[in-house]
């Protein structure tokens, strides 16, 4: 069974830095994308940056500039480095993997890791 293991989360201080890791147990045919979405208490869950198999990223506005992802396609592992963390950065944060074909897609998903930022 395939599961996405993440890793990383915590609490810290206003300006500090954190780095999430996700690794893929298992394995996945025709990964396209891997990222990270977040969902903070009472809101959608929401992308944060995703990174394609070419190297394309895309970050949301409020992260841009302070947070950076990265990939190992080798062991079908993401990582995100989160620096300068607001206390609006205060969320669960899923591992995201985006698997298609000719004509089928599926999203995987990690368990969350909760990453909470105190003023």
């Known amino acids: 069974q395939v599961q996405l293991v993440e890793s990383g989360g915590g609490l810290v201080h206003t300006g500090g830095s954190l780095r999430l890791g996700c690794s893929v147990s298992g394995s996945i045919f025709g990964i396209k994308s891997m990222g990270w979405y977040r969902q903070a208490l009472g809101k959608q869950r929401e992308l944060v940056a995703a990174?394609?198999?070419?190297?394309?990223?895309n970050y949301a506005d409020p992260v841009k500039g302070r947070f950076t992802i990265s990939r190992d396609n080798a062991k079908n592992a993401v990582y995100l480095q989160m620096d300068s963390l607001e206390p609006e950065d205060t969320a669960v944060y899923y591992c995201?993997?985006?698997?298609?074909?000719?004509?089928?897609?599926?999203?995987?998903w990690g368990q969350g890791t909760q990453v909470t930022v105190s003023s």
């Open positions: 995201h993997t985006e698997a298609a074909g000719r004509m089928w897609s599926r999203d995987y």
């Open positions: 990174m394609t198999n070419d190297g394309t990223t």
